[in-house]
């Protein structure tokens, strides 16, 4: 894609795309230059093989060489598309806020679950980032009222858009502001969270995609990755009803931490939930 001046159809510029890609070692570079194109042309990615034949206008080449390009530099996909798909909804995100991934689904899952078990209907969400939870839970859960706290403005902003575009804004009240500070009007039935749970000294060894693109302060707490969760243990008390529940997202290996922390801030019927790759992603405790 170097010549200007080079008429490229669909096909070429899959090839010529796909190629460029392999040889700055993005990982399944075909599946990206497709999904590029597609967003140039505004069609679905598997439109793209009814159109081999097409010719590229130059407004369009000169879009996916951008495009291309700035993934070359192991930007994120989703960051150059604008918008990512997380339980069956469409979010608008950008570099303020992290990149929801199919893991916590099973979050969002667990806390649907229990909602509906134990008929409650006030939840706190600590770490909206790009809003994937609260707006999840939002829209497949009638009767609730979520608070979502985030000390990034940049991240509530973009919360407050997805919940607007997912139609649920009513039914969730964004507040910017740090856990440590937060007092609230009441307490809650259950907390929900994904947080930062990445230790400062395995952020080192994470791929450069997050690294260089993905905000540092919603991956690693830049200690030993449990800060959070002891900060919203340690304050059940101004935050959690009795027999509330405290739902998190963990790490790989967190969980036997996690479990001695539960016990000691007296939460009972502690379980953890594994993921598809069979690792223990989802930890849950009741308060007694």
């Known amino acids: 894609m170097n010549n200007k001046n080079q008429i490229l159809t669909v096909l070429n510029a899959i090839q010529l795309s796909t190629s460029y890609l392999e040889e700055k070692g993005i990982e399944s570079p075909r599946m990206n230059a497709e999904l590029l194109l597609a967003h140039v042309l505004q069609c679905k990615r598997l439109d793209l093989y009814l159109a081999f034949d097409r010719p590229l206008l130059e407004e369009e080449i000169v879009q996916l060489r951008e495009f291309i390009a ?15 798909e997380f339980y069956n909804l469409n979010f608008k995100v950008d570099k303020s806020v992290l990149i929801p991934r199919p893991e916590t689904e099973l979050l969002v899952d667990e806390a649907i679950n229990l909602i509906n078990e134990y008929n409650y209907t006030n939840i706190l969400d600590v770490g909206t980032g790009s809003g994937n939870i609260p707006v999840s839970l939002a829209a497949n859960l009638n009767g609730v009222t979520i608070t979502s706290i985030d000390i990034s403005k940049e991240a509530i902003d973009t ?15 964004f507040i910017i502001s740090d856990i440590a500070d937060y007092v609230p009007d009441q307490k809650f039935d259950v907390i929900v969270s994904n947080p930062p749970y990445v230790s400062s000294q395995e952020y080192q060894n994470l791929q450069k995609e997050i690294t260089a693109y993905e905000p540092r302060e919603s991956v690693t707490d830049n200690d030993d990755g449990f800060k959070f969760y002891r900060n919203i243990l340690s304050n059940n008390d101004r935050l959690l009803r009795s027999n509330g529940f405290v739902i998190f997202e963990i790490g790989q290996g967190q969980e036997s ?18 993921d598809l790759q069979n690792i223990d992603r989802i930890i849950l405790g009741r308060i007694k």
């Open 70 to 84: 700035r993934r070359g530099k192991f930007e994120p996909l989703q960051y150059i598309l604008g918008e990512v």
């Open 257 to 274: 931490t996690l479990y001695k922390l539960f016990e000691e801030h007296s939460f009972e019927h502690v379980k953890t939930i594994k």
């Open 159 to 173: 919360a407050v858009k997805n919940a607007e575009k997912n139609n649920v804004r009513d039914k969730i009240n």
